[in-house]
């Protein structure tokens, strides 16, 4: 028998599968190899973070390029209520309270033991227990450094975008960005609770301490799905929560706000 060679079927390379179904499947796979990179580099991030000494922080702080510069407000009280709570933080590190003109609602910790809080959250304020309760929080970011681990990120997303040639680049990502500053959502309702923690022990109460964000909610709750910052009738609720297993006392009146 003589043989007679054939060119190959034009569909060999061709997948029988839809395209519909191959293109779900893709991104299935990308998501999950996103999502276990994103795991590791948390996981390095972390372990990276816990390796920083509070002498090693304040030189990173010193170093980086920021987009604020750092002034201590002249506001004794300010100072006093943040002294207050520090001695009941256990932080290895002193630390200062600016206060920063901007209407939105907003407060925030940076490497080197700095709060800043806006004029627009203070303005909101009707309580020395509200103003207690935002500082407490941000001490709770210094307690789990979650400011260097949000930093890490964006050292890190900062590098790949320079290397896949994005005109965001390294550079612009070492600039803190501090009044952008994002945490991970258990990392705030981990602040939430030390906030309270830290709340109590300095005043013996925690009278207040969800006011502010019962203010802040608007009710749409669904933007806050996939946010870094959770919901605030969603972080009112797990800190009220909080306030009755830890069986913190809520029945002693509010301080009134003194002037700043």
């Given at each position: ?21 191959m293109?779900i499947?893709l ?5 999950v190899?996103a ?7 948390g996981?390095?991030?972390s372990?990276?973070?816990a ?9 990173l ?8 510069q ?5 506001s ?26 901007d209407?939105?609602?907003?407060a ?15 303005s909101?304020m009707?309580s020395?227990?509200?103003?207690a309760f ?6 709770g ?12 990120y ?10 896949l ?16 500053a994002?945490y991970?959502q ?31 909610d608007?009710?749409?709750e ?32 509010a301080l009134p706000l003194?002037?700043?």
């Amino acid at each position: 028998m003589r043989y007679s060679p054939k060119l190959p079927d034009d569909t060999v390379n061709i997948s029988q599968e839809k395209p519909l179904s191959m293109a779900i499947k893709l991104t299935v796979s990308l998501a999950v190899l996103a999502g276990i990179g994103y795991f590791l580099m948390g996981a390095l991030i972390s372990a990276a973070v816990a390796s920083i000494t509070p002498q090693q922080e304040q030189k990173l702080a010193s170093m980086l390029s920021m987009d604020m510069q750092y002034v201590e407000t002249n506001s004794s009280y300010l100072r006093k209520v943040t002294e207050k709570l520090t001695q009941c933080a256990d932080l290895p590190y002193e630390i200062h309270i600016a206060v920063m003109e901007d209407a939105e609602l907003n407060a925030f910790a940076v490497p080197g033991g700095v709060i800043y809080v806006t004029s627009g959250i203070l303005s909101k304020m009707e309580s020395e227990n509200e103003l207690a309760f935002i500082i407490g929080h941000e001490l709770g970011h210094f307690k789990h450094k979650d400011h260097l681990k949000s930093l890490g990120y964006r050292i890190i997303f900062g590098a790949v975008s320079l290397m896949l040639g994005s005109d965001y680049g390294l550079a612009s990502t070492m600039t803190l960005g501090i009044s952008s500053a994002k945490y991970s959502q258990s990392a705030e309702f981990a602040a939430d609770c030390f906030g309270l923690q830290v709340m109590q022990c300095a005043y013996g109460s925690v009278t207040d301490a969800t006011r502010m964000f019962e203010k802040m909610d608007s009710g749409d709750e669904w933007r806050y799905f996939i946010a870094t910052h959770p919901g605030f009738k969603a972080r009112v609720k797990k800190m009220k929560r909080e306030i009755k297993e830890k069986q913190y006392n809520t029945t002693v009146k509010a301080l009134p706000l003194q002037k700043f």
